[in-house]
């Protein structure tokens, strides 16, 4: 066996990674049970703005709330169920359903007060101009004598 491919063995170094494993696992079931997720998100730069793109497929225009707070976005909603439904009947449900929400950190070229917002597709566009810079400003020195 090549000296590169080899690994003393070192059980406390498994158990640690063990436990990391488990805490990771623990911690994605214990947001599952509070119920509360956080959708997909892309968002791109452009040179006038920042465009937030947020998956949210089955989810109404009326179910999320989008607020802005010292240079934070926060997007909140619900995903709910189309019909109503009998649990019992239901042999694996993998999509996420009942509360999410998101919170996004804005740069402070942002011009929070011109944020748009629209929804197709289960596409959530969120469009954040940047403000326009302050243009230099000649000033004229005038003689007082």
Do not use: H
């Amino acid at each position: 066996m090549e000296a590169s491919l080899a690994r003393r063995w070192d059980p406390l170094q498994d158990l640690f990674e063990a436990g990391g494993e488990v805490s990771r696992l623990l911690g994605t079931a214990e947001s599952a049970m509070k119920g509360v997720w956080s959708p997909a998100v892309d968002i791109l730069e452009t040179p006038e703005k920042f465009q937030i793109i947020v998956e949210l497929p089955g989810v109404q225009t009326a179910d999320v709330d989008i607020t802005v707070e010292n240079d934070v976005l926060t997007l909140k909603g619900d995903r709910r169920f189309a019909e109503p439904i009998n649990q019992e009947a239901y042999r694996r449900v993998e999509r996420r359903y009942g509360p999410f929400g998101r919170r996004i950190a804005l740069p402070p070229k942002c011009d929070s007060t011109k944020i748009n917002a629209t929804m197709s597709n289960g596409l959530l566009t969120i469009e954040v101009p940047k403000m326009e810079q302050a243009k230099p400003q000649r000033i004229e020195v005038r003689s007082t004598d």
